[in-house]
Nanobody, 119 residues
């Protein structure tokens, strides 16, 4: 059974930093894309950053220059380093992973971790 366990959220002041981590566990799988999403109260969930198994890394414009996504294929983890945090970054952050299987693929989600940036 595939599971995503997310950690690293918390409360931080404006300008501070947090590092989110997500570990994918299971008996046997092959991960293609992984990504981070966030959802603020009253807003739709939005993509924050994504990475492919081949090493492609990208962040959306609103966080570019402040956030960095990375992955460790050997450990089946993806991380999001968040620097220069702003109150508008406050949201529940979700990890996602696309896992290949015979005949297709499945998308999995972590439980979400709260990030709160205070002024």
């Amino acid at each position: 059974q595939v599971r995503l366990v997310e950690s690293g959220g918390g409360l931080v002041q404006t300008g501070g930093s947090l590092r989110l981590s997500c570990e994918v566990s299971g008996s046997s799988f092959s991960i293609s894309n992984m990504g981070w999403y966030r959802q603020a109260p009253g807003k739709q969930r939005e993509l924050v950053a994504t990475t492919t198994s081949g090493g492609y890394l990208a962040c959306v414009d609103s966080v570019k220059g402040r956030f960095t996504i990375s992955r460790d294929n050997a450990k089946n983890t993806v991380s999001l380093q968040m620097n220069s945090l702003k109150p508008e970054d406050t949201a529940v952050y979700y990890c996602s992973a696309r896992i290949r299987r015979v005949g297709g693929f499945d998308d999995y989600w972590g439980q979400g971790t709260q990030v709160t940036v205070s002024s």
